[in-house]
Nanobody, 128 residues
Framework: QVQLVESGGGLVQAGGSLRLSCAAS????????MGWFRQAPGKEREIVAA????????YYADSVKGRFTISRDNAKNTVYLQMNSLKPEDTAVYYC?????????????????????WGQGTQVTVSS
């Protein structure tokens, strides 16, 4: 069982930056690929970024490529999402998710159904 707790959300003006953190419980954090998703009001939850267990392979949605950076510190059981050049359309609840190691050989995962554990979410609001 893994528990995930996000933090770092808030209100920021367009063009500003935020860094989200997701702290995971347990001693086997590096057995989990991680992802950040977001859900805006009235919209489906969507992938933002994903990272492999070791942190060496990453994925970004086209909408955030070049502005967001996902990273992880396995010694601290934490995954981060650095968000720069924020836009009003980035406004959403942001969730981190953990995917247990499996036999697929995939480095990262982009589908909601791939993930085993979810955090409670943190609100990010970008004003224009």
């Amino acid at each position: 069982q893994v528990q995930l707790v996000e933090s770092g959300g808030g209100l920021v003006q367009a063009g500003g930056s935020l860094r989200l953190s997701c702290a995971a419980s347990g001693r086997t954090f590096n057995d989990y690929a991680m992802g950040w998703f977001r859900q805006a009001p009235g919209k489906e939850r969507e992938i933002v970024a994903a990272i492999s267990r070791g942190g060496g392979v990453t994925y970004y949605a086209d909408s955030v490529k070049g502005r967001f950076t996902i990273s992880r510190d396995n010694a601290k059981n934490t995954v981060y999402l650095q968000m720069n050049s924020l836009k009003p359309e980035d406004t959403a609840v942001y969730y981190c998710a953990a995917k247990r190691r499996d036999s697929s050989g995939s480095y990262y995962y982009t589908r909601l159904g791939d993930y085993d554990y979810w955090g409670q979410g943190t609100q990010v609001t970008v004003s224009s």
